[in-house]
C-alpha cells in the first residue's frame, strides 16, 4: 500500500497516527492477556448457585481485578482495586493475582484475614517497601470471601472495600479495616476477620470504589454510596443475570457522555 503525504507536518502527523495505533494495539493484547491471568469464574459454581460480574475498565487495561479460587474444602471471591489505573494499575492487579495463587495454593489459609496480612507482607517485600518517605506508595484495596463449602460459613475480610450481604430484603454492611496491601501511613495491625453462617438466599456484593466515585453527566456529582446501596437493595428478587443488567445500565445513564473516571468492577453472588 502506497502511501502520499504533502509535506513534513503531513509525515510527522501520519507517524504519530501510526505510534498512536501501535500503542493502542499493545493495549489492547495486554489487556487481553491481563483479562486470561484473571481466572475462570465458572469453577466456583455448586456452592455458588449464582453470580455477576461487572467489569469496566476505565482504560484499555485495568488497576481493578476479580479473582475466584476453589479447592476441596474453600472457594474464595475477591476484588481488587490497585493504586492507579491503566498499565501502571495493571501491573500492580497480575501481582495481586499472583500473591493470591500463591498464597491459596499452598493450602494453609483457612482464614480470610491471614490471606490479606500475607499479601500485604509480599506486596511490601516486592515492591521493596521499608517505611522510609522514598518508597513507592503502590498498594491494593480487596474484599475478599472464604467460604467453606461444607459448612457454607464465611470468612471476610476487607482491606479498604467492604461487603455488602442482603439477606431476607435487609441490607448489611461489613466494614472493611482503613488500612491497604501495601505501605500504610497508619499503624499496622491484623486485618479484621469477620466469620457467620450463610443462609440459603443470601446474596453478597463485593466492589471497588469505582461505581459511587462516577461523576454524573447531568448533576455533576459522583454516584456515592448511598445511591449504590438504594440501587443494590432494589434489585433483590432479580436473578444475578438481570442484576448484571440493571448494574450496567444505571452506571451508563449516570455517566452519560462524561468522561468515566476510574476502573469499576461489582461482583454479586448468592449462596
Known amino acids: 500500500m502506497e502511501i502520499f503525504a504533502r509535506d513534513e507536518r503531513d509525515i510527522i502527523s501520519l507517524a504519530d497516527d501510526m505510534e498512536i495505533s501501535d500503542h493502542?494495539?499493545?493495549?489492547?493484547y495486554a489487556g487481553i492477556i491481563q483479562h486470561a491471568l484473571m481466572p475462570d469464574p465458572k469453577q466456583i459454581k455448586g456452592v455458588i448457585s449464582d453470580f455477576f460480574i461487572l467489569f469496566l475498565p476505565r482504560d484499555i487495561v485495568?488497576?481493578?481485578?476479580?479473582?475466584?479460587?476453589?479447592?476441596?474444602?474453600k472457594i474464595c471471591i475477591a476484588a481488587g482495586d490497585c493504586t492507579g489505573h491503566g498499565v501502571p494499575g495493571a501491573l500492580m492487579s497480575i501481582l495481586g493475582i499472583s500473591f493470591l495463587n500463591e498464597i491459596l495454593q499452598s493450602g494453609g489459609c483457612t482464614r480470610a484475614n491471614r490471606i490479606l496480612n500475607l499479601m500485604r507482607?509480599?506486596?511490601?517485600?516486592?515492591?521493596?517497601?521499608?517505611?522510609?518517605?522514598?518508597d513507592t506508595k503502590d498498594s491494593i484495596d480487596i474484599g475478599l470471601c472464604l467460604i467453606d463449602i461444607n459448612s457454607k460459613r464465611m470468612d471476610?475480610?476487607?482491606?479498604?472495600?467492604?461487603?455488602y450481604m442482603v439477606r431476607n430484603?435487609?441490607?448489611?454492611?461489613?466494614?472493611?479495616?482503613?488500612?491497604?496491601?501495601?505501605?500504610?501511613?497508619?499503624?499496622?495491625?491484623?486485618?479484621?476477620?469477620?466469620?457467620?453462617?450463610?443462609s440459603p438466599g443470601d446474596t453478597f456484593y463485593i466492589f471497588s470504589d469505582g461505581y459511587c466515585d462516577q461523576f454524573g453527566e447531568l448533576t455533576d456529582k459522583k454516584f456515592k454510596y448511598w445511591r449504590f446501596r438504594d440501587l443494590i437493595e432494589s434489585v433483590q428478587?432479580?436473578?444475578?443475570?438481570?442484576?448484571l443488567s440493571v448494574l450496567k445500565k444505571t452506571f451508563q445513564e449516570w455517566k452519560g457522555k462524561t468522561q468515566q473516571v476510574d476502573d469499576v468492577t461489582v461482583i454479586g453472588f448468592q449462596i
Open 156 to 163: 471476610f475480610s476487607g482491606a479498604g472495600r467492604p461487603l
Open 62 to 73: 485495568s488497576g481493578d481485578f476479580y479473582y475466584t479460587f476453589r479447592d476441596r474444602q
Open 237 to 243: 428478587g432479580m436473578n444475578m443475570t438481570k442484576q
Open 121 to 134: 507482607e509480599k506486596i511490601m517485600k516486592a515492591l521493596g517497601q521499608t517505611g522510609i518517605s522514598s
Open 169 to 198: 430484603g435487609e441490607l448489611k454492611e461489613f466494614k472493611a479495616d482503613n488500612m491497604t496491601l501495601g505501605i500504610d501511613p497508619v499503624i499496622e495491625k491484623s486485618f479484621t476477620n469477620y466469620t457467620f453462617p450463610t
Open 24 to 28: 493502542i494495539s499493545s493495549l489492547r
